[in-house]
């Protein structure tokens, strides 16, 4: 069972809000839903996102798939990035990460007899 997080459209015509919510890849966009956990409403000055964090970081961890559009939001409110530091840890990110310099190992080159010095 494929298990998707996205948006549900709420609202009358032309006055969109959604929730986001977790569904099975296979329903309809605005069909059964398993858990609802938060809410968005574009309209507002400012937008508003209303999310439970901590459900949305159970549902990724049990392997839930963001769409695009909740993928936008979840990261938005900091879910994606916390979801990856405690996957991967922290500092995981190649980009960010300063390769250390290599030292070069030092060969000590033996003193001659017989040089005058």
Known sequence: MAVKIRLKRMGKKRQP?????????????DGKTIDEIGHFDPLSQPEEIQLDIEAALEWLRRGA????????LL?????MRA?????????????????EPAEEP?????EQAGEAG
Not at 18 to 29: C, D, F, H, L, N
Not at 75 to 79: E, K
């Open 83 to 99: 979801f990856h530091e405690e996957r991967f840890g922290r500092g995981a990110n190649p980009q960010s990460a300063e390769p």
């Open 75 to 79: 990261s938005r409110m900091g879910v």
């Open 17 to 29: 809000s959604y929730r986001i919510v977790v569904v099975e890849a296979a329903s309809k966009r």
């Open 106 to 110: 030092v060969e000590e080159k033996p």
């Open 65 to 72: 798939q963001p769409t695009p559009a909740a993928r936008r």
